[in-house]
């Protein structure tokens, strides 16, 4: 496959509606749609518009439109779309803190405050210590003033209590640390229990 040189040249809002004109989609209001194009980009929204495109006799998907295709049939879509993201994510972040927290509030009541890096709390086939390094890596990223203050006060910096980890870890790292703990660790089926989940099951909803 021969690559070629990209040419094409940025277009007005006005100009963005004209080629979509000539492809097709139809327009109630171009005032208002032209507000719509400045507010949300003509490449975010081309996504939403894609299920509208013709398939030639190759099964090809053509610049075309459908017949009937209505710019405000694109942006109820994008608007649905946003909504339903808004409430996965609201719903995500939930679950996420309620796991910090129980992950925080098991290990941290039975080990004490440095559980994670004792390795002795986790599985002999987890690999305990790339774990603490990338622990090591997203403390020393943090920019919270909670972090600056303990590295400016205590020793072994960038070890932190675990009630300090979690709030910085990332969600992939949580995810690992808990999956990494022993099967038959009271506070691996302690943590699940919160959540009426197997053990397991809860392992693979966090990956």
């Keep these: 496959m021969t690559l070629v040189t990209y040419s094409k040249p940025p277009?007005?809002?006005a100009q963005q509606i004209m080629s979509l004109e000539q492809k097709g989609m139809l327009f109630e209001d171009k005032g208002a749609a032209e507000a719509k194009l400045a507010s949300i980009s003509y490449y975010r929204l081309s996504g939403y518009w894609y299920p509208f495109r013709i398939r030639n006799n190759q099964n090809v998907v053509t610049s075309q439109f459908r017949g009937g295709?209505?710019?405000n049939e694109v942006i109820s879509l994008y608007q649905f779309d946003r909504k339903l993201r808004s409430l996965v994510f609201d719903a995500i972040e939930y679950f996420e803190v309620a796991v910090r927290t129980q992950f925080t509030y098991q290990l941290g009541h039975s080990y004490g405050a440095f559980a994670?890096?004792?390795r002795q709390n986790f599985h002999p086939k987890f690999k305990h210590y790339k774990w603490v390094k990338k622990l090591k890596s997203e403390v020393k990223r943090?920019?919270?003033d909670f972090i600056r203050?303990?590295?400016n006060k205590y020793n072994d910096f960038p070890i932190v209590p675990i009630w300090m980890l979690t709030e910085v870890m990332s969600?992939?790292?949580l995810s690992h640390g808990y999956e990494g703990l022993k099967n038959n660790n009271r506070e691996k089926k302690h943590i699940a229990r919160y959540f009426n989940l197997h053990y397991k099951k809860l392992e693979?909803?966090?990956h």
Aim: net charge negative; no cysteine; glycine share 4%.
């Design 204 to 206: 693979n909803w966090l």
């Design 69 to 71: 295709t209505n710019f």
């Design 171 to 173: 969600l992939g790292s």
């Design 142 to 144: 943090s920019k919270d």
């Design 11 to 13: 277009i007005t809002f």
């Design 149 to 151: 203050h303990y590295e």
């Design 116 to 118: 994670h890096v004792n």
